[in-house]
């Protein structure tokens, strides 16, 4: 059977119940198979001395037979059943007997068996059985068939009187016992039932004696185990388990007070680092507080700058325009005038990528995308380092392939990129 049908069987009770139920079962077992064993070694004796009696009985039958046959007188033959009689033990007052021939042909009538049984017996100690030994149901009697052989004795003798054939060993007859078995049936019911009043009371006591163990050397540890969990649960932290049994249970409650004293203090090392936590927590939202101010200071340092930076730039490129429309500049003026407009438009447009990290930081930048040229694009600010690089000795070309296309994107963007990259070089 498994654990979970076994479980189911017993249902939810407590341990107590459980090592009752358990030991009962057990116990029940050992009683039932103690008793049936008793009972049937009680029987195997009884049948036994019943049998080693009936042997006792066969030489004392055989001598008062052959006593009889010897003695011609009648008055002599009563006397000898009367003698017979009278010593038999009080035990056996009631058994009687009788001697059948190994040949009931040649018998008479008092020699012969006179039923089935008897010849059933006959004819199985002649097959080789020397005893047979059962109960007469029908008659509540015992009955014993016992071989009789010849001894050297009985050759002489009875070769002469009925059998010229006769053989030393040879099977002469059978003896035939009867006695009731009322007497011995009442003697092992009488056992019977003491045994099985024994069996009771030590089933009773053992169950009495399990009940105390179970009680007061199991179940009262583990309730007070049990106790002392419910009230921790409750919070009461400084209770502790008190068990002295010096046994594994004492054992038991020192590793649970072991284990709750390692819960205090891990409960209040997890009590300090929650409050180092709410420490860092609020530095750190302080921290925070003060990087929105800064932050904020900064959008409005940078709004502030490029206003005022837009102001003067403005200026130039108004100032630029009026000089490009000039007549009178050379070529090389018109070129100085177009990079500075050139220069000025880009640094009105960095001003305008610096007032836009606001909307970079709110992800809300756009790209303003248009078809551009890239080689007119690269030109254009090769062209507007030329005077850099001359001023420093640096020769400045570019090369272009031809079958760039048209490209679809940002050209303010692009300038910007290609300025960060010719200025660091």
């Known amino acids: 059977m498994s654990y979970r049908a076994f479980k189911k069987l017993l249902g939810e009770t407590n341990l107590e119940r459980k090592c009752r139920y358990l030991f009962g079962g057990g116990l029940l077992v050992l009683i039932t198979a103690s008793f049936s064993l008793n009972t049937w070694l009680n029987n195997q004796v009884l049948n036994d001395q019943n049998i080693t009696s009936a042997r006792l ?10 006593w009889k046959w010897y003695e011609s007188n009648d008055q002599y033959r009563m006397l000898i059943e009367k003698i017979a009689q009278s010593v038999k033990p009080q035990d056996l007052g009631d058994y009687s007997w009788a001697v059948f021939k190994a040949n009931p042909s040649n018998a008479d009538s008092k020699e012969r068996p006179i039923d089935s049984a008897g010849y059933e017996a006959l004819e199985r100690i002649k097959q080789g059985e020397k005893e047979i030994f059962y109960r007469d149901e ?15 004795s009985c050759v002489s003798c009875h070769r002469l009187r009925d059998d010229p054939d006769l053989e030393l060993g040879g099977l ?13 049936e009442q003697a092992q019911n009488w056992n019977n039932a003491i045994n099985l009043a024994s069996a009771l009371v030590t089933a009773v006591l053992a169950m009495l004696a399990a009940y105390a163990i179970v009680r007061y050397v199991i179940v009262k540890p583990v309730l007070h185990l049990k106790d002392v969990s419910d009230e921790i649960a409750h919070g009461n932290l400084d209770l ?11 054992e038991l409650s020192y590793a649970f007070n072991r284990m709750l004293r390692h819960l205090v203090t891990v409960q209040e090392e997890l009590r300090t680092v929650n409050t180092d936590l709410d420490t860092k927590v609020d530095e750190l939202a302080q921290v925070n507080l003060r990087l929105y101010e800064m932050n904020k200071l900064k959008d409005e340092f940078l709004a502030t700058m490029s206003h005022e930076l837009r102001t003067p730039l403005n200026s130039i490129l108004g100032f630029s325009d009026l000089l490009a429309s000039s007549k009178d500049l050379s070529e090389k003026q018109k070129r100085y005038v177009s990079n500075i407009q050139m220069s000025g438009k880009n640094l009105l447009a960095q001003i305008n990528d610096v007032l836009d990290l606001a909307k970079i930081e709110s992800g809300k930048m756009e790209l303003q995308l248009s078809e551009i040229s890239v080689a007119d694009l690269i030109e254009r600010r090769v062209g507007n380092m030329l005077p850099l690089a001359d001023k420093k000795n640096i020769e400045l070309t570019s090369e272009i392939d031809p079958k760039i296309p048209i490209l679809f994107q940002d ?14 070089a």
């Open 57 to 66: 009985l066969v030489a004392p039958i055989i001598l008062e037979k052959h």
């Open 138 to 152: 029908a008659e509540g009697k015992f009955q014993y068939y016992g071989a009789i052989h010849a001894t050297e």
């Open 172 to 184: 002469i007859g059978i003896v035939n016992i009867r006695f009731p078995s009322q007497k011995v």
């Open 240 to 250: 502790r388990a008190d068990i002295r049994t010096g046994d594994e249970f004492e």
């Open 411 to 424: 050209s303010v963007k692009i300038q910007q990129i290609l300025n960060n990259l010719l200025s660091n």
